[in-house]
């Protein structure tokens, strides 16, 4: 009798070592199941993954357009002042107010359109003493 029990605790351990020894249908069935679970999770997680994505992609676009809005607000409020409205009118346009006096400097340097001629002899001096110079010559009349 000892040895049938020697004999059945070696077939014990034979069969706990080898897992599905003769059962490869069994073993095939799992690995399916296992796929199957893994593709049916991976799926989801995917379009999941790529969702978030997406919404962060949004955000940020939607966060620019809202700084380029407020922009867009800050130069339509800037346009409806009137200081503003006036020093335009005098930077683009030259327009002065009722009462205030327009100089203008003209130097022929200045024009490209007209030559000089060879009795004019060009003006040497540097910009700033040509205009010091214009100030300080009274106009004649």
């Not at 919404?55 to 407020?70: D, F, G, N, V």
């Not at 922009?71 to 930077?91: C, N, P, S, V």
């Amino acid at each position: 009798m000892a040895s049938r029990d020697r004999e059945r605790a070696e077939r014990k351990k034979k069969k706990r070592t080898v897992p599905f020894e003769g059962d490869i249908v069994s073993l095939a069935v799992i690995i399916a199941v296992v796929l199957l679970v893994l593709v049916a999770v991976a799926v989801p997680l995917r379009n999941y993954y790529e969702g978030r994505s997406e919404i962060a992609r949004l955000e940020a676009s939607i966060q620019e357009l809202e700084q380029r809005k407020a922009d867009l607000e800050g130069d339509i409020a800037k346009h409806r002042d009137e200081e503003f409205i006036k020093q335009e009118a005098r930077r683009r346009l030259g327009m002065i107010e009722p009462g205030e006096t327009a100089w203008r400097i003209i130097d022929p340097r200045m024009t490209h359109g007209e030559s000089i001629t060879t009795d004019e002899i060009p003006d040497t001096r540097p910009w700033p003493q040509v205009m010091l110079d214009s100030l300080r010559e009274v106009p004649e009349s």
